[in-house]
């Protein structure tokens, strides 16, 4: 769960960080067609046309540079910076329905939105956090909104260069990292089937990027030196939030609903909000009664933050499918009674298709990721021709199922199991 450092550490560790708030806007237009400005002039009745974009005024970005810090599964955790335990501090980070704040396009470490932009009855910042869904499980709102915001990032470049041999760079890691689109025939597409495969390879892509985030994680990959993420690394929680951030903004794109950054942020901000709605989302106390019935199980109070083994439960099920880790009947003891309803809801399983305006998606472009020298010694438990070269993400859940062999060697070594 927790994407990089941990929001409330950044006190902690001392550390001064220039916000990663943006400047960077954008506002695009749906240019009218000849016959629309005919049928207008003579006199005729407006009919719903497809959108006709003038490519020039396409926003020039792409994905945010930096990730929202986020949050270490569990609750209320102890911290230690080095061998040091950090005295009278435990992390917090547990959020309601009513805590969620406006988003905010490439927010990065802290953005304040006020009410007049908001379409929630409250301004403010983004207040991320975790949270416990009835049939989502638990949801990282960070992880929701970064890949939110890495596919609309993505969309605008990805139409403009559709049908091209094309690269996108995006922030390296364990190494260059970036998006390899190959030349193919567009010309049977009309416009609006070009959309929607730069919609569906948007979504998909930056949902992949996530899943190299967690790959990158285990392997040593870290946003500040000294401070170690392997505890980030595959938690149960991430991928479902990510996928969930990239199918609110392919909706939001199809819908159009994404032609500047306010109408996009407010989208977000409301499309956020209903599916959680949807999903069941349960009170903040709730949630952190969910939270300590899973003490021990999936992760544990007693170890202190980053150590890798505070989280006990991981999912290395990677791939365009997502089912949520729930509750169940079995982790309850008679002190969590209370909780069996929650504890009999059905899991509302996502994905992303793998298809669209009948092209397979994976044909058209891969995320790419390279490995440097200084991280291949984390890499000795797979096979050198696996990944010496480079791994696309159709390789990432072969990469996964190694790192669950090794993590249940060193939990049964600890005598801890990994169910």
Known sequence: MSRTLLRPLYAVALLTLVSGCTSNTWQTHAVPSNAEVADMLAG????????????????????????????????????????????????????????????????????YTPSSSSVLDHGGSENNGILYTKQGGFIDLAHVRDTADDTIGLFFEILANLGKAHRIELPAELGPRYIEMKAFDVSALN???????????????????????????????????????????????????????????????????????????????????????????????????????????????????????MVLKRHYDLGDQQTPHLLTPELLGDQFAHLQPLARSSATVISLPAYAESLELDQVAKLVLEIEPRYAATFSHIPAQIWSDRIDHTEFPMIAQYAEQQDSKDLEALGVGND
Not at 70 to 92: E, H, I, S, Y
Not at 231 to 246: F, K, P, Q, V
């Open 44 to 111: 005729g009745q407006p009919v719903s046309q497809p959108w006709q974009l003038d490519e020039a005024s396409y926003p020039q970005f792409t994905v945010p540079q930096n990730v929202r810090p986020c949050c270490a599964f569990g609750d209320m955790q102890k911290v230690k910076l080095g061998p040091v335990p950090v005295p009278f501090f435990r992390l917090n980070n547990v959020v309601g329905l009513s805590d969620i704040g406006p988003h905010k396009f490439a927010s990065g470490i802290y953005h």
């Open 191 to 309: 416009d609006e089937q070009k959309w929607s495969v730069a919609a569906h390879l948007a979504a998909r892509l930056a949902y992949f990027k996530a899943e190299s985030h967690e790959i990158a994680q285990w392997h040593g990959y870290t946003s500040f030196s000294g401070w170690p993420e392997t505890i980030s690394a595959y938690s149960l929680e991430d991928l479902y939030s990510n996928m969930l951030g990239a199918k609110i903004v392919l909706n939001l794109i199809q819908q159009r609903k994404v032609l500047s950054e306010v109408e996009y942020n407010q989208n977000v901000s409301l499309w956020l909000n209903a599916s959680l709605q949807e999903l069941g989302i349960v009170d903040k106390a709730q949630a952190k009664e969910v939270l300590a019935a899973v003490d021990g199980k999936w992760w544990s109070s007693q170890a202190s933050i980053p150590s890798k083994y």
